[in-house]
């Protein structure tokens, strides 16, 4: 059974940090990007970060640019979502998800949008309070 299980939100004050991880199981996901998403209450999910299979290109939302760090340890088939400087508005159900097959495989592009991904986590909570 494959599975993406994040771990790490929490509730954290303004201007704080958290670190989000992804593990995956059932699949080897080294080979492929991999990326961070989320959800705010009565909002559409949206795009956060994006890293490729090699870790050496990576792409961010306007909106956590400068803030969030995506990175990969692809030894251990996790990604990673550092937080920094976290805002109210940051708070929202965050999702890891992975691409799949020959069209991915190995490439430095780096997928965007939620159709592009093939498997997804169950998500974890950040809140951040003002």
């Known amino acids: 059974q494959v599975q993406l299980v994040e771990s790490g939100g929490g509730l954290v004050q303004a201007g704080g940090s958290l670190r989000l991880s992804c593990a995956g199981s059932?699949?080897?996901?080294?080979?492929?990007?991999m990326g961070w998403f989320r959800q705010a209450p009565g909002k559409e999910r949206e795009f956060v970060a994006a890293?490729?299979?090699?870790?050496?290109?990576?792409y961010y939302a306007d909106s956590v640019k400068g803030r969030f760090t995506i990175s990969r340890d692809n030894a251990k088939n996790t990604v990673y979502l550092q937080m920094n400087s976290l805002k109210p508005e940051d708070t929202a159900v965050y999702y890891c998800a992975a691409t799949y097959g020959s069209s991915w495989l190995r490439t430095e592009n780096l997928p965007r949008h939620e159709y592009e991904y093939d498997y997804w986590g169950q998500g974890t909570q950040v809140t951040v309070s003002s």
């Open positions: 059932g699949r080897t996901f080294s080979s492929y990007a």
């Open positions: 890293i490729s299979w090699s870790g050496g290109s990576t």
